[in-house]
């Protein structure tokens, strides 16, 4: 459906995520994956998706001077929320612990922005999602750690991985988003591009 939709754009998807990689493929079109380092930083003040919206929209300007016409480049960010702060990833395993140990037995928000910009400029989409943990055993956690090593996630943990199967008893909203980017918008968005204004 979106193969004939899109033929006449080239669709850049800038992230090295092989789970947002796969999504895309799983969308059954044609894309190509360009990247580039971009320093993530963000400025103090902002919550929740303010800080998503900048960071997607920061990965988008190091691609400015080199878009064509018809390129659509999609940009994201995600992270999760929880006690007033951003949890992004883990910087090594004993901030792992102290992360996934904050999660457990509590509610956190999982928030991603997605950026679409083509040379006539750029459209910010953000999705917000509740994640309940049960109470986590810390043997739980050291286990999870060293067996599945999510240290390239925001908040220690990939919800398709193990941790997802036998320790998240409620979600709230789209599933996809806390893997990394909500495809339902994501499709929707490309379905009825170009579009006259933002979304």
Not at 38 to 62: D, F, S, W
Not at 85 to 93: E, I, V, W
Not at 138 to 152: G, H, T
Request: aromatic fraction near 12%; charged fraction near 30%.
């Amino acid at each position: 459906m979106l193969r004939e939709r899109l033929k006449n754009y080239n669709l850049i998807l800038a992230s090295g995520s092989p789970r947002r990689q796969q999504f895309f493929r799983e969308l059954d079109v044609d894309f190509e994956i360009r990247l580039k380092e971009v320093e993530e930083v963000y400025p103090a003040g902002l919550q929740r998706e303010e800080i998503t919206n900048y960071l997607a929209e920061l990965k988008a300007a190091a691609f400015d001077q080199e878009l064509k016409e018809q390129d659509i480049l999609v940009t994201s960010d995600t992270i999760v929320w929880h006690q007033g702060r951003a949890l992004g990833k883990p910087t090594d395993f004993e901030d792992a612990i102290r992360i996934l140990k904050s999660l457990s037995g509590a509610t956190h928000e999982v928030y991603t922005s997605v950026c679409f910009s083509t040379t006539r400029g750029r459209d910010v989409i953000q999705e917000k999602t509740e994640v309940t943990f049960r109470p986590l055993e810390e043997d739980e956690i050291i286990y999870y750690l060293e067996k599945y090593k999510p240290f390239d996630k925001a908040g220690a943990y990939g919800i398709q991985d193990w941790i997802g199967l036998t320790a998240v008893t409620k979600i709230n909203g789209s599933y996809a988003n806390v893997m990394g980017m909500p495809m339902d918008k994501v499709f929707w968005y490309l379905k009825n591009f170009p579009h006259a204004g933002t979304v």
